[in-house]
């Protein structure tokens, strides 16, 4: 008989405390702040890293369990969805566009997210809050890879999927996450946790995972739904943190709460911005719609976000600034940055189209306000210039702001009419914001922004060429070129939906219209161009 004391078994709560505690020692040949080298330069004070508590007090036994469970479930669906082609099953071949811009724009952004949370593990010298940037970069890394599982099976039948490494650093429209992060993760620990956690994760997250997955669910992707909710159970964890985080820096001393109100301010509006990409794949490239862009900022913003901000008033922090200014676009931004694609499709890694009657009623309807005085008749205007034969496009290059990166395209938030236009001097140079929220950005960290690498300025520059181009060979064309630099193929990747490689192997293979709304679109602008080309010959 073996009389051997049986250890007894540890609760969670002992557990979390010998992790995030017992793991901790005080160094006897280096001095901390030698060690933690930029913990100090924000300004942010922490009196007491114990303080810090991950609210699920998630032990790396229990994280290793839940994670893989899921995993198995995820690619289990993944496999099945492959197995039966299931590319083939969504709503139609305007949906896989949409798709391009989620796997090119938003999936690097889980990579570089990691990197951030990574670069929190090493810096932040609390041990809790190391553990927990630990996890959530390993979720991160998890994220991304599974997003590119899963859209990989598309890659095998459709265009602008291949590169999609590249056209994140190099293509123009994605400069406009890219840098979001890359601003994030060159400031400071602080800094970046408040901006990643916080700003964008709790404020700002529920509106790229639920109205997406479930657009994606709409239209037939259970691939998208599935690793969308699986993300998203992770991201209901990170959205408590973020919430704790702010918590913890607030409680910790009266002179934090005006440096975190200037980085939520600036990371409000920061993320604002980048997610006017969301708000134009709901309001036009989802075929099958489940809300209006209006719909998901009220209630994702307006009401979740004004009821957060309201509680945390009792550490004096209030809501972000020009946050009122977001609720009077709210009508505009998916509608600008669409006519925006319309007008330079050709140098965009995905086709575009007009919408059809049917969805300009909808659009109506969901922005009853603004929609058919200031946007409807300028689609009509381009319908009637398509059916003469003179599709309009804007060949010159757009105007960048220096923050944020988008084309100005937003307009004056009273005067829908008149675009926005800021300008500010440093050094005695010039730059351009789109915004008052952008410009109050640029004044704060001029020295900052002034290095911002815009992709106009560098194909202006002559710095967006591949290499062993001659740019005075007679037949060098400097946007075709520079799109080659971006991983886009002149004339393949994006232009006409219509005509699209990708319109026209649908139809081909699925025997279904290509574009739902205007299912006689495809044939007749093929027969259109079947016809200009039989004549030129």
Not at 53 to 69: I, S, V
Not at 286 to 309: C, D, H, T
Not at 315 to 341: A, N
Not at 358 to 373: G, H, I, N, Q, V
Request: glycine content about 6%; aromatic content about 16%.
């Amino acid at each position: 008989m073996n009389d051997t004391p049986q250890a007894r078994k540890l609760s969670l709560k002992e557990n979390y405390a010998l992790l995030t505690r017992g793991l901790d020692w005080a160094p006897s040949y280096q001095p901390k702040d030698e060690i933690f080298r930029t913990v100090a330069f924000e300004g942010i004070k922490i009196h007491d890293w114990d303080k810090w508590e991950d609210p699920f007090r998630l032990t790396m036994d229990a994280y290793w369990k839940y994670q893989g469970e899921k995993e198995k479930k995820l690619y289990a669906i993944i496999d099945a969805f492959q197995q039966n082609s299931g590319q083939f099953n969504v709503s139609d071949a305007r949906y896989l566009q949409a798709l391009k811009i989620f796997l090119t724009g938003v999936s690097p952004l889980e990579y570089a997210s990691h990197r951030g949370f990574c670069i929190l593990g090493r810096e932040f010298p609390g041990v809790g809050p190391r553990i927990a940037a630990q996890m959530q970069a390993i979720d991160e890394l998890r994220h991304a890879q599974t997003q590119i599982h899963a859209i990989s099976q598309y890659n095998k039948y459709f265009t602008g999927l291949s590169e999609f490494p590249l056209m994140f650093d190099r293509t123009w429209y994605l400069s406009i996450p890219k840098s979001f992060f890359e601003d994030a993760i060159t400031a400071g620990p602080f800094e970046f946790i408040t901006a990643i956690s916080f700003a964008f994760e709790y404020v700002l997250t529920n509106l790229v995972f639920m109205p997406w997955a479930s657009g994606a669910a709409y239209n037939g992707d259970m691939s998208t739904v599935s690793f969308g909710f699986s993300a998203q159970s992770d991201e209901a964890r990170h959205m408590t943190l973020g919430i704790e985080v702010i918590k913890f820096l607030l409680e910790q001393d009266p002179a934090n709460v005006p440096i975190v109100q200037g980085w939520i301010d600036k990371w409000f509006w920061r993320g604002y911005r980048l997610l006017t990409l969301l708000a134009t794949m709901m309001d036009y490239m989802l075929p099958k719609r489940v809300m209006s862009w209006s719909e998901a900022w009220e209630i994702y913003f307006e009401q979740n976000g004004g009821a957060l901000f309201a509680d945390l008033a009792r550490y004096g922090i209030r809501m972000p600034k020009h946050w009122e200014v977001t609720v009077q676009e709210k009508g505009h931004v998916g509608h600008q940055l669409w006519c925006t694609f319309y007008q330079f499709r050709h140098a965009a890694g995905f086709p575009v189209w007009l919408p059809s009657d049917e969805e300009m009623d909808w659009l109506s309807a969901k922005y009853p306000d603004t929609f058919d005085r200031y946007y409807r008749p300028r689609y009509e205007h381009w319908r009637e210039m398509e059916a003469q034969g003179k599709p309009f496009v804007n060949a010159t290059l757009p105007q960048l702001c220096q923050v944020c990166q988008w084309p100005l395209l937003f307009t004056e938030p009273d005067d829908p009419t008149q675009i926005a236009y800021r300008e500010e001097t440093y050094l005695g140079e010039k730059f351009q914001c789109c915004s008052d929220g952008c410009r109050d950005i640029f004044r704060n960290e001029p020295e900052k922004y002034v290095h911002a690498h815009l992709p106009v300025h560098q194909i202006y520059q002559g710095n967006y060429f591949n290499p062993g181009v001659d740019p005075t060979a007679p037949d060098f064309n400097p946007l075709v070129e520079a799109l080659k630099y971006m991983g886009i193929a002149p004339g393949v990747d994006g232009g006409d939906f219509a005509t699209h490689i990708d319109a026209v192997n649908w139809e081909r293979w699925t025997q279904r219209p290509a574009n739902m709304a205007a299912p006689t679109a495809t044939a007749d602008a093929l027969a259109r161009s079947q016809a200009a080309e039989r004549r030129s010959a």
